[in-house]
């Protein structure tokens, strides 16, 4: 086990420790097996590399259609975030605060109920009142 820590005398090692120095000794008596070894050893290391190439490609591929379906949803969300603060403008000024409360909502079903209360309100106050009840 001097390859392991330079010392001849080391103290008690585990049952590991000697299974691990029995292996490389083997390995080092028959210079065939150490050939033999190195090659699994880098056919095993290609095996892995390839298998994390892929993994990090599928990541990619999955990361782009996530990306691409959450882009679609923002869009959606955005756009009728806008149709209602262009409903509402048909009606008088819309206050900055509305607005702000209006492209800060998230939730597209709100925003669906939201844009069918502006296309029914006949004021700015009147979809303020139905939004709140």
């Known amino acids: 086990m001097r390859y392991m820590d330079g010392r001849e005398d080391a103290v008690e090692y585990s049952e ?10 083997e390995i080092k008596r028959e210079s065939g097996m150490t050939v033999k070894y190195m090659r699994m050893w880098e056919e095993r290391r290609e095996i892995l590399m390839d298998g994390i190439e892929q993994g990090k490609a599928e990541g990619r591929t999955e990361g782009k259609r996530e990306g691409i379906i ?34 800060e909502q998230t939730e597209e079903t709100v925003l669906s109920k939201w844009l069918k209360l502006a296309a029914k309100s006949s004021s700015v106050e009147e979809f303020c009142r139905k939004i709140e009840e």
């Open 16 to 25: 590991n420790i000697r299974e691990i120095d029995r292996m490389v000794s």
């Open 70 to 103: 959450e882009g679609k949803i923002k869009g959606k969300v955005e756009g009728k975030a806008s149709s209602i603060l262009e409903l509402l403008a048909e009606t008088g000024p819309v206050p900055e605060n509305l607005q702000k409360r209006v492209m």
